[in-house]
């Protein structure tokens, strides 16, 4: 359902739902082996349901790490699992036209307040000087 679109979830979001596909753990030398850390973190979806039920979906932060291993042991791949008690909801929310226009006039105001107080600093730096 998410990958034909039905239901609405960031781009970002979706590839930590499988983040391991398409990848490959090669070693090149004996006695080494990846260990995989993967946090497993719920996620909530509006619109993801069949019928009334709404169907649960897990998101997967992934690191890996190279291992290396003595001569007298054998390597294996391990993988170490996470539950996370921090659920994730997704949800669309539309921003007003004002809501923009209050954010641009805060950057405006700020960048005047700053250069005001460089301006400030150096003419009291400058005047103190010649005195």
């Known amino acids: 359902m998410i990958e034909k679109g039905k239901a609405r979830l960031p781009a970002a979001a979706s590839k930590k739902l499988t983040p391991m596909d398409g990848n490959a753990y090669a ?3 004996l006695h ?3 260990h995989h850390y993967l946090k ?5 979806v509006p619109g993801l349901q ?10 997967i932060i992934q690191s890996s790490q190279l291992a290396f291993y003595r001569n007298d042991q054998i390597p294996e791949a391990k993988f170490s699992l996470d539950l996370s008690p921090i659920s994730v909801s997704y949800r669309k ?9 209050t954010s641009l006039m805060a950057i405006i105001g700020g960048t005047f307040t700053v ?5 400030s600093t150096i003419n ?3 005047s103190r000087r010649r005195y």
């Open 27 to 29: 070693t090149h030398e």
């Open 32 to 34: 080494e082996a990846y």
């Open 40 to 44: 497993i973190i719920t996620t909530n």
């Open 50 to 59: 069949v019928g009334k039920r709404e169907i649960k979906t897990y998101q």
């Open 93 to 101: 929310t539309s921003v007003h036209w004002y809501d923009y226009l």
């Open 115 to 119: 250069v005001g107080l460089l301006e």
């Open 124 to 126: 009291t730096a400058v």
